[in-house]
Structures are given as C-alpha cells and as structure tokens.
T-cell receptor, first 111, second 112 residues
Framework: DGGITQSPKYLFRKEGQNVTLSCEQN?????MYWYRQDPGQGLRLIYY???????QKGDIAEGYSVSREKKESFPLTVTSAQKNPTAFYLC??????????FGAGSRLTVL | GENVEQHPSTLSVQEGDSAVIKCTYS??????FPWYKQELGKGPQLIID?????GEKKDQRIAVTLNKTAKHFSLHITETQPEDSAVYFC???????????FGSGTKLNVKP
C-alpha cells in the first residue's frame, strides 16, 4: 500500500529538549511538506521541499529544522527554540500537481 | 500573501439535510481550490477540488461552486450521513507556487 507514514503518533517532550518527527513516503513524490495544526486554526506551513537536498522555509519555520537527504524521507526537528511546540504535526507529499497526500499526523505535547 | 477565511466554524445538521460551508480568498491570482476532510485522529483527505476556469463541480453527494468575481467558493453536501461528520478544510493555491493556504476548518456534526 502506497502512502505516508508518520511516527511517532504521540510524543511527549520536556522543555529544552529537541525532538524529531519522522515522515516517510513510498509514493515516489518529489515534493514534501510539514504543516502544524492548532485547534481552531487552519494548517500552517512550516517547511517544504521540492527535491532532494533542497528545502525552503514556510510561514512558521522559526524553532524548526528539516533535512531531505532521501526522496522518501523528510524528518522534522522541533528544537528548544520553538516557544510553543505543543500541536498536531502533519506531513504531506505532492504527486500529481496540486494533489496533497497527508500522513496520519504526530501529536507533540510539551510537559 | 493569500488569506482564506472559512465559515462557519461548527455546523450541526440532521441526517438527510444539506450542509454548506463557505470560504473566501483574497488573492485573485489563486486558481486552484481543494476541499479536504479530516476524520478524528487522521490526516486530511482530498474530497473534491475546482479550478478557476470552472464554476461548479459535482461528485455524487458533494459539489463545489466558485465565484471568481466575489472570490468565494463553497462546499455543498446533500443527503448528509453520520459518516460525513468530520472537520472540513478549504484551501487556495496559485499554480507553480508551493504554498497552499488553508481555511481554519469547519467541524460538521451530522445527527442521526
């Protein structure tokens, strides 16, 4: 089954710690995205990557970092510099133009 | 940049009734408007989309209408069923530009 796998589904972090959220796709898509979802708000773009070894900041990139060393993988690191990291994080890839396929999401809670 | 507003934030209907969710956008250059459905604990899934050269598109019980002049587009669900209960997001995008701009979401509750 082709799709996007995000892990872990739930993650707890202590203040001051960095955490990395995994996103893997087997759809052979070039473009990948990370979104943050907060209650009552739309999806906000953190980072996106159109090709391997290239990525661009989205609207809320501060406190986050990414890498794109392989086409299949686009991990997101939430650093200690992110002031309010508790949120639901969604990874997506784009195959046919304009069609986003989302993963099931990762819920990060800061203790 | 683009700004997408979505209304209402919550919508409760009786099973069998119709539901309408509305979005407005600010950038007249936007030319692609998808709608996503997000079930509890899952990622959003594309349910229908429309391009700016089309005024209406239908897929069984779901339809989307677009008014380019007024810069608004709407999702219509007829004969609603309990499994339609979810959060629905609209979005806007300009071709060849990587950002999708999402509305804030509408929580639809279909009462049996």
């Amino acid at each position: 089954d082709g799709g996007i796998t995000q892990s872990p589904k739930y993650l707890f972090r202590k203040e001051g710690q960095n955490v990395t959220l995994s996103c893997e796709q087997n759809l052979n898509h070039d473009a990948m995205y990370w979104y943050r979802q907060d209650p009552g708000q739309g999806l906000r773009l953190i980072y996106y990557s159109q090709i391997v070894n290239d990525f661009q900041k989205g609207d809320i990139a501060e406190g986050y970092s990414v890498s794109r060393e392989k086409k299949e993988s686009f991990p997101l690191t939430v650093t200690s510099a992110q002031k309010n990291p508790t949120a639901f994080y969604l990874c997506a890839s784009e195959g046919s133009v304009n069609v986003l396929t989302f993963g099931a999401g990762s819920r990060l809670t800061v203790l | 940049g683009e700004n997408v507003e979505q209304h209402p934030s919550t919508l409760s209907v009786q099973e069998g009734d119709s539901a309408v969710i509305k979005c407005t956008y600010s950038d007249s250059a936007s030319n692609y408007f998808p709608w996503y459905k997000q079930e509890l604990g899952k990622g959003p899934q594309l349910i229908i989309d429309i391009r700016s050269n089309v005024g209406e598109k239908k897929d069984q019980r779901i339809a989307v209408t677009l008014n380019k002049t007024a810069k608004h587009f709407s999702l219509h669900i007829t004969e609603t069923q309990p499994e339609d209960s979810a959060v629905y997001f609209c979005a806007a995008r300009f071709d060849n530009f990587n950002k999708f701009y999402f509305g804030s979401g509408t929580k639809l509750n279909v009462k049996p």
